[in-house]
C-alpha cells in the first residue's frame, strides 16, 4: 500500500490512518489530507486507503450510526509507530445561527425636543447543544490487532436543531502534537446483521465477543448491543447485559454479572445466549433487531412449532376420546395431519403377572400398552377406575380398544408420525418396569416405522401428572435411554422455570414454557457469513 508521507523538521514516526469501513473490507479510497503533520515528537502520514473521500465517486463514503440517545458514531482507523492511542476529533461541526441583533437607530423628534435614542439591546445568545449522553461512549482500541494499529471511535453528532451532516473533516491527533485531518463523505448506517464467536477463559466456560454489521456488512461503532438467556437449570433472574460496541464494532461479554460482565472473565457455562441489537433499549429484541444465539453444552429446545392432530372429544368406547380410536386415525389422515396425539397407558398382559405386582415386572412381555387417555376420560366401562389395575387378556375384548402394536400400525398404514403421550402409569415407575415398557415400545415402533422409527415417534410426558415434575422426568429419562425423542409438556409453574440442567441431557424439547425459559432452534443461517459490500452513497 503506497504511503504519502508529511515530513515535519523534527518528525519521529508516521501514523497512518484509514477508515474503519475501507480498512475492514480492503476497498482503496482516495485521501483528502489537511492540517500540519510537523511535530517536536512526529509527524502523520496516510495511506492512499483513507477514509478522506471528497466524494462517492472519488472513494468511499464512512458509515455512521445514530443512537436512541440521537448520538451519531463512526471510527477512524490506522496505525501509529508512537505508544499514545490517537484520538478523533469532529472539526466542521455546524453551530446554531446568532439571531439578528435588534436596531439602534435614532428615535423620530419632534420640534423643540431633545433628540433621542434607543438604548443598546444585547442579545441572548444560548450556547449550542448536544443532546444528553444517555449511553455510554464507545470505546478506542489500542491497539487493534498489529502492533501500532488503532480504532477510534468519532462523534458526529450534530448540535441540537442542526441537521445530520453529509460529510465530516475528521482530525486525528496522537495527544503529542501532531495532527492531520480527513474529509470524507457519510452514509447512515443500520445494524442488519449481529455474529458471535467464542474464547474458552475457565474450563468449558466462555466468553462471548458480539460484531454488529450494517447493510454494507461494515462494523457498527456505538451500537446498544443485548445478552439475553440463561445458565442451564438457572431458576434465579435470566442473563440480560447490556454492551456498546466499540471501535471495531465489538463488545465482549466476560460473563454472568452487570454491564458486560465482571473484570476478570469467568465465562457462561452451559445454556444459552442471545445477542441482539437492542435499538431502542428496551430489553426486549424486535422484529428488526437482528439476533444471533450461542448454545453451550445440552440443553432442552423450546419445540418447534408442530401441526398434529388432536381430538380430546370423550366417546363411550375405544380409549375414550376421539384421537385414541381407528375414526382418529382416519380422521387424522382425511384432514392431511402428518401427526398425530396419541394416549398411552400400561396394563399387565396376563393375571399371572398381575398377581406379582408391579414390583415384578422386568421383560417387555409383562406389560402391554394400551391407546387409552384414562381418568376423567375413560371410556364407560371402565368407570373411574385405572388401566394400571387391569388385565390386558382380559379387557382386550372392548370394543374399538387399541393395543400399542394395532395403534401404530394403523397409524403407519395411514402416513401419521405419533406423539406417544405417557399418562399416569404409576405403579410402573421402578427401573426395571419402565425399561420393559420402553424396550416395548421401542421395538414396536421399529416393527412399524422401520429404520426411520426414531423420527416416527416421541415421547411425551405432562408436568402436572401424579408425581409432578419428578415422575415426568423420571419416564422421559428412560424413553430416552431407548432412542425416543422426548417432549416435556410445562403446565403451571413448569411454565416460568427451567427443569434442572442434569435433565436436559436427555430432555430434547418443551413445549408450553413462555418465551425465553428455554433455548430456540437456531436458524441454520444465523451464522453465515456476513458479505462486506463497498458502500455506497
Known sequence: MRKIRLRGRHT?????????AALLAGIPAAAHLGGSGSSQHGGISLTTASIGVTSPKAGVP???????????YAAVLGTTTGSMAPTATYLDRQTPPVPPVPSTSPS???????????????????PPTLPALTLATPAGVFPAGRSGSFAEPVDLTPYTGMPVPTS???QVSDGTGATTTVTTPLYQQTVTAVRVKTTAVSGTNVSITATATDQFGQPVVGAPLRLAGSVAGNKGPAVNQLGITDALGQVTYTGPGTGTGPAVATGYPTGFYTAYFDHNVDGHRGGQEPEVEVVRGTVSYAAPGKAFYHNDKRIKNAGGVYADARKGTLAAHAKRYTWIDQDGQLSFRTRAHKVAGAGRVASPTDLVWVNAHGSPFNPTWLKNRRFETRVWNKIKHRSGLRDLAKTLRQDAKHGLSVEWEVKDVQPFTTDAALDAAFSNLAATAKQYYGAAWRSRVQVKVLSNLSGGQAYALNVLEHAHAYGFTTLY????????TQIPASAQSYVNYVRGAA?????????????????VLTPHL
Request: proline share 10%; glycine share 8%; aromatic share 6%.
Open 515 to 531: 418465551g425465553g425459559v428455554y433455548a430456540y432452534i437456531p436458524s441454520a443461517t444465523q451464522n453465515a457469513p456476513v458479505k
Open 108 to 126: 423620530p423628534t419632534l420640534p423643540g425636543s431633545t433628540p433621542t435614542t434607543s438604548p443598546t439591546v444585547t442579545p441572548t445568545v444560548t
Open 489 to 496: 409438556l410445562a403446565r403451571g409453574k413448569a411454565t416460568r
Open 12 to 20: 519521529r514516526r508516521n501514523v497512518c490512518v484509514v477508515a474503519a
Open 168 to 170: 465530516a473533516q475528521i
Open 62 to 72: 464512512l458509515g455512521v450510526f445514530e443512537r436512541k440517545d440521537k448520538h451519531w
